[in-house]
């Protein structure tokens, strides 16, 4: 019961007038960004990273927790009224979703996707509160070997499971640990890399290459792209607000479940909610055809209800991880990895000792992100449609400033603004050619951390391997880490013939 | 919505060898950088007492990697070519969800407008726009210092706006010069960030 008391002294610091108001921001910032195409909650707060500079750390915190649920909530409903998913962990909700919208029940499918969201969010937040001290717990018997294996498990997981190809999958990674190399190497005192540049003896910094692949990335594939009529046929959102009784007979079960298929995949790094989400769609669909009237293809509001309460599981236990482990398992807690060592703190299972009040006072944000949400978002959806009609070249403008303005303001260095050049550019070759981001972020995030426990763990059995595989918890990890990626190849070769025998 | 006709065209050479396979740059640059790295991890000037797995040890492992990855992409690129056929403007082929799941949503429709499968097209880019981004940025770093904030991040607006589409010039540079304005207030006024005044720095 002390997580309930340490929560409660969490709502304490949360609920005073400053703190609400920067909750309230973050859930607004987050929710604008979720709706616009393209752009997730990773980027938003990589660029609010340099504004919060000035703010304290809990204020900051607690205004990233309203941006990265923001995201989720938001990016549903482009997807629902265009058809058009704001982000990739919306493109399972939104097949159903715009199906609904387009028989005239776009406001019952909106309703849906917000409280799906809540409902996995406040799940997922609860099995934060009471579990992640136990996890810190765990988390103390780690070592620098443990953590190796940890840092692997999230390169190999991410790189095979977020990309379609494997070996895609690895270039995107490999490319993240080159770039994580530059600078001065720590145990040592060697510059690497740097050209003799002392601008890169700190190396590049992660809100110039998060900013870059995610924003002037998209940017760039946008003008790319120019000269494509959009199809921006909003469709109005008609219908009832609220739920009838069937209605929400259907979709409890569905919310449900679709939560209990996101909160493991918080914990395990395969790069966030994409692979959850469609799991969930897959699963409703699956318990759909057995019924008398199958409804999926109709608009099927279980078809919404899964996808988007997993969704926002996966990101509620994902925070869990982050904090408890300090083990980024997305894009969005790598960035959020990088704000905690912006004000000097380390996530993992000293942070609950050493910044109890922040980590307390960020998971009752949770709460009262996601109620200000379901409000901002429930009544308001068909509003925040609206932002879509703002003409893209004006908005993506827009970005760009606020992105070059972010990333000058860090550290006020024109070097940055080349790189961040550089890097979008990559960014839009990476769009073009089918090359997934993800593992870029997180080789970036995770390489110099594996590289100093390898270190560490050398100099501790004194340069003798065997020490990286003796304890019971890393040989657990390797073998569950094998067990998937045979698990996974597998899978796909089995689709591939199946495939090549239907042709 | 307006339907438009995504047939998509024959690229003038029938074959095309190379541009179906433009996709090689990234083999290319992962190359590059793993020689850039090699070089480097040889050059390097490591202090003298360092413990023995040095600083060197993981960019060679980097650097090789990059090399074996650069030929299995190379491979895999040039087993694979993108289709012959360039999207017309018009066609979207952007929207396609890299779903990793094995059951895709779109196998069977019921609906009264059929998830359309347009044929395999590769994307077209136009060129024009992208340098027109480019271009504005690289002007946008080369004056932020000398002019100051106020001024460049107004051209950043304006530049990428009109290499986005817009065409209502006079409207856009009022538009840029209000928000740069207001960026100047917010953050540097407002939160204390620190902008370069550049050749305006008297008036403020």
Known sequence: ?503 | MTVTDTRPERTATADGFLRRRTGLVFPLLLLITGIALGIGTLTMEVPDNTASPGPQLFPTIIAIACVVFAVLLAVDVLRRPEPALVATPGSTTDTTPTATDTDTPTAEDSDDTPVEEPPATRPRSNYRALFGVVGTIVVFIAVLNPLGWLISGAWLFWGIARALGSRRVVFDLFLAVAISSIVQLAFSAGLGLNLPPGILAGVF
């Open chain 1, 1 to 503: 019961m002390e997580s309930l008391s340490n929560l409660m002294d969490g709502f304490a610091t949360v609920l005073t007038p400053m703190n609400m108001l920067w909750v309230f921001i973050g859930a607004l910032l987050g929710t604008a960004v979720g709706v616009l195409p393209g752009l997730g909650s990773a980027m938003a707060v990589a660029l609010l990273l340099p504004v919060t500079f000035s703010l304290d750390p809990i204020g900051a915190f607690i205004m990233f927790a309203g941006v990265l649920f923001g995201g989720l909530f938001g990016d549903s409903i482009a997807g629902i009224l265009m058809n058009t998913p704001g982000n990739s962990t919306a493109i399972a909700g939104s097949i159903e979703g715009h199906r609904m919208a387009k028989s005239g029940r776009a406001a019952q499918a909106l309703a849906t996707s917000a409280i799906g969201a809540f409902i996995g969010g406040i799940i997922a937040a609860t099995l934060v509160v009471f579990f992640a001290p136990s996890l810190a717990e765990l988390a103390t018997l780690f070592g620098p070997a443990e953590y190796l294996a940890l840092a692997i498990f999230a390169f190999v997981a991410i790189s095979a499971v977020v990309s379609d190809s494997v070996i895609r999958g690895l270039a995107a990674l490999v490319i993240g640990l080159a770039i994580s190399l530059v600078g001065i190497d720590g145990a040592s005192g060697a510059a690497r890399f740097t050209g003799g540049l002392p601008e890169l003896f700190d190396g590049v910094d992660i809100v110039v290459i998060t900013v870059g692949l995610l924003a002037l990335g998209e940017v760039l594939a946008i003008a790319a792209r120019r000269g494509t009529p959009e199809d921006t046929g909003i469709l109005p959102s008609t219908g009832r607000l609220w739920l009838s009784r069937t209605e929400f007979r259907l979709a409890l079960p569905a919310w449900l479940r679709g939560t209990a298929i996101g909160v493991p995949f918080g914990i395990i790094p395969v790069g966030g909610s994409e692979v959850p989400t469609f799991l969930a769609y897959g699963t409703e669909r699956r318990l759909d055809a057995r019924r008398r009237k199958p409804m999926f293809g109709k608009g099927a509001i279980q078809g919404v209800a899964g996808p988007e309460a997993s969704g926002n599981a996966t990101a509620g236990t994902a925070m869990g991880a982050l904090l408890a482990l300090g083990l980024p398992t997305s894009a969005t807690a790598a960035i959020l990895l990088a704000a905690f060592r912006q004000y000097g703190l380390q996530p993992g299972p000293l942070l609950f000792e050493r910044a109890s009040e922040l980590v307390w006072a960020l998971l009752a944000s949770f709460f009262i992100g996601m109620v200000v949400l379901l409000i901002l978002n429930l009544p308001f959806a068909p509003l925040w449609a609206k932002l879509l009609k703002v003409p893209r070249h004006y908005l993506y403008a827009g970005i760009t400033v606020f992105a070059m303005l972010g990333v000058y303001a860090t550290s006020s260095k024109i070097l940055d603004l080349v790189l961040v050049l550089a890097i979008g550019l990559l960014g839009f070759g990476m769009r073009r050619y089918g090359i997934p981001v993800a593992p870029v972020l997180i080789a970036v995030i995770l390489g110099p951390l594996a590289e100093t426990e390898y270190r560490r763990a050398m100099a501790v059995s004194e340069g003798d391997p065997s020490a990286l595989v003796s304890s019971p918890i890393s040989i657990t990890l390797y073998s569950v880490l094998l067990l998937t990626v045979a698990g996974l190849l597998f899978q796909r070769v089995r689709t591939r013939r199946r495939q090549k025998a239907l042709v």
